[in-house]
């Protein structure tokens, strides 16, 4: 039997699958990838995976009683039906859902990564549906960097610090002498890409840095969140505190008069403000080194060091995505624009800040000479949108209001739930709450491949394909490669492309030119390489017509310059080139936040008390502080099921890394299981003794498939899913973002834990 190989592409990297007799056996990285990520070697066994969700499938409940809200979503058993009866009960309820309630009682945001591929990207096709179908109410900003989304356009007046292009990493080679992260830069981040991470480019420049000898610091919990490779001096510090310690690092700039005066007077605004209030004039307690090393537990001298070397360098200063996604997170970025600006190094080669150079692939490439290929949105017709994290509030709470960056809105009446490439089982946080909230629609709808929670928790359950088993483009807004994605094979089982499932639904309901603009898969192809290729000429570039670059698999876009500066024209010329932002300049100090009159995001940058921290009274009861960062063997919860995911497991359950002496204190060892807990919920896990993490702090990384052990009184999720712990709160009235980082947790060990079922497919009942 010969062995086929064909271009596919995935958002950790492109690859060749090998592909013998209907099956995907194997895949080979991209050759021009420099650095591929393991993670694509899961793909094979995900595709053929157990897992994979045979056919269509309804809810026993649902299907007997009809649509209402029920305690029995994740419950009951499913009954397979065919694709037409799937279909019709689908259309059905959505024209009911709109007749009776209208259009605003569809919850359609979806969010999620669904796989790469601009065409068939799950959420996109939704969206373009349901907008086609007369609108949905939609999910606004992300759970990534919601906070920053929301809040940067007010200080910096663009929120590109956070999404990229940053300074480019070329930039920081030549320029950089001091490279502060506070995060770290986590290399197991760098593997991934939305859309997809053909040119792995970030490890290649963290050599360069080392070779040019860059001073690293790495200011982190996590002694390995600071990349080996430049061998990084490790600042320890207590989590959610990194606001404190910034502030005091400006304040000792500033007390030694190392500021810079004239970037202060011509590029920012707000400056007598806020130094006022690191000096204490406003509430008595000046914002120094003492002060933060109590609160942070990084010794006073090291912020004052610190800070003296910032000053006396080129320093680029960063802060991980992770450190928004946290009580008042907009502080941390506010902070960090502020220290940057008294250092006056913002819009210099090598110097001032960017967020999120070590939190994924890219984000410090040079910005692409055109656009790569995209595939329009659509409209929503009702332009109804709830902040993105906010989806168990809203569900939980119709008719009630809701402040979101200076507006006041009211949540929706949501009646039905529909869900395409996204898991929010997986991505929100305190799962138990979410499980209550979404019992409370009518109906609830989920395309997906495989059994994720999600979709055990789905009325309807439609199976979705993978992208080896459709036609595809692949390209990212921070890649430089764009691939041909071709199928590989045929649909597994009675899988359905999301896009010809929602044609099949805009024909019954009558929307169907508007949905697909009267285009087939290889027409959209075709028809959005052609716009990639217009704005190409547009840029005086001439690329290959579809068929070649379809045959020769890949297309190589030229950055547009070699070495981008973050705020460059900026700083050049701040009267000709002012930033949106009111003032024109930085806003240390915001008319516009002031007006918000939000308690929890004052008008300057300030240490505000997250809700749960080791410094915080109730530590006592539950006395480590849970990391649940991105994990390092998977996307988020994505092939959790398979080999390479299991690398980060211990005995079938997520790993729980811990410090010797915390350990030791609870007389556990690596290997034991114990039970992580707070009062919002308790998961198992498998325990991982480091000296490489700090005291009083734990690490269960997120994305472990949750697995409700329904038989106990206490909801327990056996697998070790981090989001039954975490805090579901929004980091202030104006971001919004999810709290992901902040919550305080306990752990005993547990003897004789209950089996792990996540990777068991549900029951199914004889077809109905
Ligand atoms: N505790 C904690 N929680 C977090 C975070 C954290 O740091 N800590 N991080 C947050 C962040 S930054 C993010 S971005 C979110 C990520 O959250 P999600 O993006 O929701 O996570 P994924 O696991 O990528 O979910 C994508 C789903 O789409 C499915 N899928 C893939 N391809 C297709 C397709 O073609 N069609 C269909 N219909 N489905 C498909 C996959 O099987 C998967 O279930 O998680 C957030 N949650
Ligand atoms: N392998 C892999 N890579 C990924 C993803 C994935 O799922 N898997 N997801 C991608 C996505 S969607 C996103 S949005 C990005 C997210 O990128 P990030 O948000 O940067 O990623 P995290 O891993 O959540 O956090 C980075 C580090 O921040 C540190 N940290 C946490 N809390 C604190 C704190 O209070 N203070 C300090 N100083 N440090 C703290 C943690 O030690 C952690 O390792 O990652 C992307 N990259
Ligand atoms: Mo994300």
Request: glycine share 10%; charged share 20%; net charge negative.
């Amino acid at each position: 039997m010969t062995v086929r190989l064909v271009p596919n592409h995935a958002h950790w990297g492109a690859f060749l699958a090998e592909v013998e007799d209907g099956r995907i056996v194997g895949v080979r990285p991209f050759e021009h990838d420099p650095d591929p990520s393991p993670i694509i070697q899961a793909i094979p066994d995900a595709v053929h995976s157990s897992m994979r969700i045979p056919r269509p499938m309804v809810r026993e409940g649902w299907l007997r009683n009809g649509p209402g809200g029920s305690e029995s979503r994740g419950r009951e058993p499913f009954v397979p039906v065919s694709w037409d009866r799937a279909l019709k009960l689908v259309a059905d309820e959505l024209a009911r859902v709109r007749r009776d309630h209208g259009n605003g009682a569809i919850m359609g945001g979806s969010q999620g990564w669904g796989s790469a591929g601009i065409f068939h990207h799950a959420r996109t096709q939704l969206r373009r549906f349901l907008g086609a179908f007369g609108g949905f109410v939609d999910q606004a900003t992300n759970y990534s960097f919601g906070a920053a989304l929301a809040f940067l356009p007010h200080v910096v007046g663009t929120p590109q610090a956070v999404t990229g292009p940053l300074t480019s990493w070329s930039s920081i080679a030549r320029h950089t002498k001091l490279m502060v992260l506070f995060g770290g830069a986590n290399p197991k981040n760098m593997q991934v890409t939305l859309g997809g991470s053909a040119a792995h480019s970030t490890g290649g420049w963290l050599e360069e840095l080392a070779r040019r000898g860059v001073e690293v610091v790495n200011v982190s919990p996590l002694r390995d969140d600071g990349p080996e490779v430049v061998s990084p001096a490790w600042i320890p510090i207590r989590p959610g505190t990194d606001t404190a310690m910034i502030l005091a690092l400006t304040h000792a700039v500033i007390a030694e008069d190392l500021h810079d005066r004239e970037f202060l007077a011509t590029c920012c605004t707000g400056f007598e403000r806020v130094r006022s209030y690191l000096t204490g004039e406003q509430d008595g307690q000046p914002k120094d080194a003492a002060w933060a090393s109590g609160i942070t537990g990084v010794p006073a001298e090291t912020i004052r060091d610190l800070a003296r070397r910032m000053a006396s360098t080129r320093t680029m200063l960063t802060a991980s995505w992770s450190m928004q996604r946290a009580d008042h997170g907009e502080q941390v970025y506010w902070s960090l624009i502020l220290l940057a600006s008294v250092l006056g190094q913002i819009g210099l080669p090598g110097g001032g800040f960017g967020f999120g150079y070590g939190s994924i692939a890219g984000v410090g490439d040079p910005p692409p000479a055109f656009p790569p290929p995209a595939m329009p949105m659509g409209g929503n017709p009702i332009g109804a949108a709830i902040p993105a994290a906010r989806i168990a509030d809203c569900l939980l709470n119709p008719g009630a209001p809701y402040d979101f960056n200076g507006k006041t809105g009211t949540y929706p009446d949501i009646r039905l739930v529909y869900w395409a490439g996204g898991n929010p089982f997986h991505h929100h946080q305190d799962l138990n709450r979410l499980r209550r909230a979404w019992g409370r629609p009518e109906t609830v709808i989920v395309h997906e491949p495989w059994w994720t929670a999600t979709a055990r928790h789905a009325d309807i359950v439609l199976p979705a394909t993978t992208s080896l088993e459709r036609n595809d483009i692949g390209a990212a807004a921070r890649d430089r490669f764009v691939i041909a994605m071709q199928q590989a094979i045929p649909p597994v089982g009675q899988a359905r492309n999301d896009f010809d499932i929602l044609r099949d639904l805009s024909r019954r309901l009558g929307c169907e030119e508007t949905f697909t603009e009267d285009r087939d898969e290889m027409e959209w192809l075709r028809h959005l390489y052609q716009r990639c290729s217009d704005g190409a000429r547009t840029n005086s570039m001439a690329l290959p017509d579809f068929d070649t670059f379809w045959t020769q698999e890949h297309l190589e876009v030229p950055p547009r310059e070699e070495e981008h500066v973050l705020f460059g024209e900026f700083r050049g010329d701040p009267e000709t080139c002012p930033l949106r932002t009111p003032s024109g300049r930085i806003e240390l100090y915001s008319e516009r936040i002031a007006g918000f009159g939000y308690d929890d995001c004052p008008p300057h940058p300030a240490w505000l008390e997250p809700a749960e921290w080791l410094g915080a009274r109730h530590a006592a009861k539950h006395s480590l502080h849970l990391i649940s960062s991105q994990p390092r063997h998977r996307l988020h919860s994505q092939m959790d099921g398979g080999p390479v995911s299991a690398r980060g497991k211990i005995g079938g359950r997520e790993a729980i890394w811990m410090n010797p002496l915390d350990a030791a204190d609870r007389a556990l060892s690596d290997g034991d299981v114990v039970r992580v807990f707070n009062e919002r919920g308790a998961c198992l896990a498998g325990v991982a003794v480091s000296e490489a993490v700090s005291r009083g702090v734990v690490r269960l990384s997120c994305g472990a498939w949750y697995d409700p052990v329904d038989q106990l009184e206490a909801p327990l999720c056996a697998h070790g899913n981090a989001n039954v712990l975490t805090l579901d709160k929004g980091t202030s009235r104006l971001g919004q973002g999810p709290c992901a980082g902040t919550a305080l947790v306990e752990i005993e060990r547990m003897d004789s834990p209950p089996p792990v079922r996540a990777f068991t497919a549900p029951r199914i009942q004889p077809a109905g």
